[in-house]
């Protein structure tokens, strides 16, 4: 089912910034995990996204022929659109701009923006990093985004 990226929120939102960043999801959840340790001839450090430890093997030696994967070890969910530390480099990489209102109900409404032709001129958000997470993914896929059905029910 499509869905406006406008009203995309909590987990929707973070699987399509992950879609938009081109992160294959399973089970409709993107979580990091990190090889701990590789038997290569080099010294093997590689993130990727997984959503369990048999699939962060697969990919980890899909990209490391000749690779064997000791153990992974979760670093922590992918939630850009509370996460600071993940939506930082998307921001900056987008250079999307943040502004707030005038407060209603008193709180904020944000909004982000770009100069970089997108659908929509600016979209807003309850809070900075959903409004910018919004604005990335209304660039990168456009205004409607087609949810997984299990993905359906978080969002508006």
Not at 57 to 80: H, I, K, N
Not at 103 to 129: E, H, M, N, Q, R
Request: aromatic share 8%; glycine share 6%.
């Amino acid at each position: 089912m499509n869905v406006a990226t406008s009203r995309l929120i909590g987990p929707a939102l973070d699987w399509a910034v992950g879609h938009a960043l081109g992160i294959e999801a399973r089970n409709n959840r993107v979580v990091y995990f990190v090889p701990h340790e590789a038997e290569c001839d080099d010294h093997l450090e590689f993130v990727c996204m997984a959503d369990s430890h048999a699939h962060a093997t697969e990919q980890c030696e899909d990209a490391y022929p000749g690779c064997r994967v000791e153990d992974v070890e979760m670093l922590e969910p992918f939630s850009p659109s509370t996460n600071w530390a993940q939506a930082g480099p998307i921001i900056e990489s987008e250079r999307i701009m943040l502004t707030n209102g005038t407060p209603v109900s008193g709180s904020f409404t944000w909004y982000a923006f770009t100069s970089k032709p997108a659908p929509s001129a600016s979209i807003k958000g309850a809070t900075a990093l959903e409004a910018a997470m919004r604005k990335f993914v209304a660039i990168k896929l456009g205004d409607e985004v087609h949810l997984p059905e299990g993905l359906l029910s978080a969002s508006h």
